[in-house]
């Protein structure tokens, strides 16, 4: 499946809203990006797929965690996070020409869904990493709640009123997005960092352990594991 680099030209605003309208369900993902980062060396961090830098403004004025790099395929989300702060170059994880040993940790938030050959970006990713840096894959499981609703969604082409009231949270995310998708396993990247890129110390977090719909009731605490999330992240070093 070939993934279109500008399928988020158009849908900036709607991707912002989602997290606006479910703003635990985004204090719940932010508390677990910062677990990832908190404990790192932070001195050069890159947001590969930055979208419109919602999460990097975040970091900075929650935790004081300064995200000045991004690197998004999508012009429109681009000028978005140029606005918030962020340095972004225009580019996809795949093909740009990333400097060796540059960062100490690069970062992909919910981007590896729209990336069409994990192995070949989170290659680039790996050797843009300074050795001891850190390589952190945030996003839907597809054998998660999240990740069976959103498959759920692209089978019935859309979110029915009836239907989708009872199981998904009151703005869903934009079914356009979730069309454009490819949802992995963690499992499936755990493959390529452990036993392609040689990584080491990886482990695993996860936070939306509730149900969908129930998501935007409370901001939940990042725990260990990769089983019960909607939302997990990998951690591994170079």
């Not at 990006?33 to 890159?46: E, G």
């Not at 965690?65 to 395929?73: A, D, F, K």
């Not at 945030?138 to 239907?163: Q, R, W």
């Amino acid at each position: 499946m070939e993934i279109n680099t500008k399928m988020f030209d158009g849908y900036a605003d709607k991707y912002d809203q989602w997290f606006l309208t479910n703003n635990k369900v985004f204090e719940s993902e932010l508390k677990l990006l910062h677990a990832c980062l908190n404990p790192l060396k932070k001195d050069k961090i890159l947001s590969v797929g930055c979208g419109s830098g919602l999460f990097e403004s975040a970091l900075k004025n929650e935790y004081g965690i300064n995200v000045e790099h991004g690197l998004e395929p999508s012009t429109d989300m681009a000028e978005i996070a140029e606005k918030r702060g962020v340095k972004v170059e225009i580019g996809d994880a795949e093909t740009t020409q990333l400097k060796d040993e540059e960062y100490n940790i690069i970062y992909l938030n919910g981007c590896s869904t729209y990336i069409a050959d994990l192995g070949k970006a989170y290659k680039n990713c790996y050797n843009a990493l300074k050795k001891g840096g850190h390589l952190i894959l945030l996003d839907v499981p597809v054998e998660s709640a999240y990740g069976i609703l959103y498959s759920f969604a692209n089978y019935a082409d859309g979110y029915d009123e009836k239907l989708f009231s009872r199981l998904a949270p009151a703005l869903p995310y934009p079914i356009e997005l979730v069309k454009s998708g490819i949802f992995h396993s963690p499992l499936e990247k755990l493959n390529i960092v452990r036993d392609e890129l040689m990584m080491k110390n990886i482990r695993f977090m996860q936070t939306l352990v509730a149900h969908p719909i129930y998501t935007n009731d409370s901001v939940e605490e990042p725990i260990e594991g990769y089983d019960k999330g909607g939302y997990v992240a990998l951690i591994a070093e170079k």
